[in-house]
C-alpha cells in the first residue's frame, strides 16, 4: 500500500504559497525564507547559486522591472524522491504592475527540488523555461 504523504503535499504547497505571497508584497527576505543557503535558481540567462544571490536578484528585481507585480501560479505536481526529497512542478506567470491579466505566452513552466531537513521542507533547486515557445 502506498504511503500517504498529504501532510507532506501541504507543506510543501504552504511553502510556495508563502513564496508568492512575498513576490506579491515584493518583499525579498520572506522570498527566500525557505531556501536552503546552497540553493540554485536557473531562469533563461540567469544563474544564481546560492539563496543569498537569489535574495540579491529578487531586491534589485522588485526594486526595478518587477515592482508592483504578483504572480498567478498553479501547482501541477508533487512527486517524492525518498523520504526527504520532492520535485514540484508548477505553472507560474507574472503580471507586471498595471495588469489585470497576463499576456497570453508570458507562462512558465517551473521546477522545484525541495529537501526535507529538520522536518520542515525547503527549497534546494529552481528552474523555469517558457511554457510556450515565441513564435
Known amino acids: 500500500m502506498a504511503e500517504n504523504r498529504q501532510h507532506d503535499v501541504a507543506a510543501i504547497k504552504d511553502v510556495l504559497a508563502d513564496l508568492y505571497k512575498a513576490w506579491d508584497a515584493g518583499?525579498?527576505?520572506?522570498?527566500?525564507k525557505d531556501y536552503t543557503e546552497d540553493a540554485t535558481s536557473f531562469t533563461p540567462g540567469v544563474a544564481r547559486t546560492s539563496?543569498?544571490?537569489v535574495r540579491?536578484?529578487?531586491?534589485?528585481?522588485?526594486a526595478s522591472r518587477l515592482k508592483g507585480s504578483t504572480t498567478a501560479d498553479r501547482l501541477v505536481s508533487v512527486r517524492f524522491l525518498g523520504r526527504d526529497a520532492a520535485v514540484a512542478v508548477s505553472?507560474?506567470?507574472?503580471?507586471f504592475a498595471g495588469e489585470a491579466e497576463v499576456p497570453a505566452g508570458r507562462a512558465v513552466n517551473a521546477t522545484w527540488?525541495?529537501?526535507k531537513r529538520d522536518g520542515a521542507w525547503l527549497i534546494?533547486?529552481?528552474?523555469?523555461?517558457?511554457?510556450?515557445?515565441?513564435g
Open 124 to 134: 534546494a533547486a529552481y528552474h523555469n523555461s517558457p511554457a510556450v515557445l515565441p
Open 113 to 115: 527540488v525541495l529537501e
Open 91 to 95: 505553472e507560474t506567470a507574472v503580471r
Open 51 to 53: 539563496r543569498e544571490e
Open 27 to 32: 518583499d525579498a527576505d520572506a522570498f527566500v
Open 56 to 62: 540579491r536578484g529578487m531586491a534589485a528585481g522588485f
